[in-house]
């Protein structure tokens, strides 16, 4: 149990970093890797886990030479278009959900989300591409929380894509019938478990913004990966580790993995042109040699499978990772 904004949380697993947020968790792996390594070990503490999930920035490898006047110009990096899924971020009333009240609301807030029932508030992440929705629970508060299990929302782990409806959005599952509707009309009463901001619609940021962005269109060379394609158990490609690191990609829509020692999980989906998503919980936080396999599905926008290669590629088309099937 960890205190977050005055509420007391129950995370997935049991553990995870005092006020990290689904951004933090996302880029846990790939920071953590890439920072602190003393003659081929990884070497890490907490207070470097948490410096580093809040700064981005890397310095350049020894030996490289700067620009000169004489140097071409910097690349630009490939851009896209701003995503209509922008246009979920707001606080909706939840209507036609399966075992849900009139007063339900869902607050989606990139890349978390807040579901207001009367027993508290459930937390999650979800993720939106032009079409595709998912949205997986980590974190409840309240009485929601029951003993050591998380409250199931069944309804809303089902639903994988979404549709405009009017002034609000419809929910669809696989086969495109609406799980739930989605419009405004009013905002949930404080609660004593969770703060008060939750109660007001997000405020859009160019975080956001950049969050739900459009990714670049695969490369023409590379073959998109279908459903099928990804289902099964895949590792990396120039894995030397004994610690098995691994993503299972299961046909219900969900994913398990490890960087060999520290787990991960949550939903995916792909659209068969190229687009893969996936949502990702709390994870462990152990020092490892393996590969950050979880992270590099956490951060995917786009996949692709060429000669037995499946290749993740974020949201600019740059290679996160390579994996070939165990």
Sequence with gaps: MIK????????????????????????FWSTWYATKRRRGRVVASLAAVLVLTLTACAPAPRGDIGPTLDSPPPASPPTSA???????????????????????????DAPEFQL?????????????????????????SG?????????RVAWLESVTGYRAAGAGWELTDAN????????????????????????????ITAAMRETLRQPVSLAPELTPATS????????????????????????????AGSDGCNG?????????????????????????????VPSWVAQARLASLDDGVLRLLDAGGAELGQLKRD
């Design 4 to 27: 977050h904004m005055g509420t007391r949380l129950k995370i997935a697993n049991g553990t995870a970093l005092t006020g990290a947020t689904s951004r933090g968790r996302e880029r």
């Design 264 to 292: 991960g999980q949550g939903r995916w989906a792909v659209d068969g042109q190229g687009a893969l998503l996936a949502t990702a919980g709390a994870s462990t936080l152990m020092a490892c040699e393996g590969a950050p």
């Design 176 to 203: 495109g019938a609406v799980v739930a509707t989605l419009t405004i009309d009013g905002n949930p009463e404080a609660i004593p478990t969770a703060a008060e901001l939750y109660t007001q619609p997000p405020v």
């Design 82 to 108: 701003e995503s209509a899924a922008i246009g979920l971020v707001n606080i909706w009333r939840v209507s036609g959900a399966a075992d849900e009240k009139p007063d339900t609301w869902l607050r989606l």
């Design 116 to 140: 207001w029932r009367d027993c508290g508030m459930i937390d999650g992440s979800w993720r939106a591409s032009e079409t595709l929705f998912l949205a997986s629970t980590y974190a409840a």
């Design 143 to 151: 009485e929601c929380v029951t003993g050591a299990t998380l409250p």
């Design 228 to 255: 099928d394609d990804l289902v099964g158990r895949w590792v990396p490609v120039s894995a030397s580790s004994t610690t098995d690191p691994h993503v299972l990609f299961a046909a219900d829509g969900t994913w």
